[in-house]
Structure formats: structure tokens, C-alpha cells
Nanobody
């Protein structure tokens, strides 16, 4: 089992940047694929980005491609989400999640076993 805790959210103006961090503890962090999801008020949780256990492959939602970058440092048990050129529609609670390295589909929230409590990101216009 792995526990994950997000940090780095906050209020930023449109066009600005934020970097979210997700610190993991418990079982070997390198044995998990990691993902970021978000949920805006009144909307369902949606996929944002994911990264394989080795960091060799990354995946992005079309809405964030070219603006967000997911990365990980297995030595620090941490995954990051660098968010650039933020838009008001990026406003949401951002969640970090972990799934076993055997998981193929990293786009679907139901594939993830472990979730953090989320961190609020608010982008003002």
C-alpha cells in the first residue's frame, strides 16, 4: 500500500504557473504508475496526466497537452505536475493517484488504487 499527499496548489492569475507535488510513502514508490486527475465544481473527475513507474512514458489530456508536464523523482518518492499557461478552466481540485506497474490504461480513474485528498488550484481571469 502507498499513501500520497498533494501540495503546491493555490491562487494564480491566468497565464501563470504552478507546480504541484505528490509525496508518496509506504511501499516502494518506483513500483507504481502515477497519475493526476482534477475535479471542478459540478463536474466529474477527469484525467490530467500520468507517468509510468520508470518515467519513460507520459500521457496527457488534450486540454493540457503542451502546457503541463508530469515528472517523477523515484529517489525522492515524489511526482510533479508543472502547470504553465494556466487558464481559468484549469480551476479544480487536483488529485494524485497511484496504480500498480502492471496497469495498462492510465487514463481511467477506476484503474487507480490509492488517492490523495487533493489540492485546490484556482486560476483567476
Amino acid at each position: 500500500q502507498v499513501q500520497v499527499v498533494e501540495s503546491g496548489g493555490g491562487l494564480v492569475q491566468a497565464g501563470g504557473s504552478l507546480r504541484l507535488s505528490c509525496a508518496a510513502s509506504g511501499r516502494t514508490f518506483g513500483g507504481y504508475n502515477m497519475g493526476w486527475f482534477r475535479q471542478a465544481p459540478g463536474k466529474e473527475r477527469e484525467f490530467v496526466a500520468a507517468i509510468r513507474w520508470s518515467g519513460s512514458n507520459t500521457y496527457y489530456a488534450d486540454s493540457v497537452k503542451g502546457r503541463f508536464i508530469i515528472s517523477r523523482d523515484n529517489a525522492k518518492n515524489t511526482v510533479y505536475l508543472q502547470m504553465n499557461s494556466l487558464k481559468p478552466e484549469d480551476t479544480a481540485v487536483y488529485y494524485c493517484a497511484a496504480t500498480s506497474l502492471g496497469t495498462i490504461n492510465l487514463y481511467t480513474s477506476s484503474q487507480y488504487n490509492y488517492w490523495g485528498r487533493g489540492t485546490q488550484v484556482t486560476v483567476s481571469s
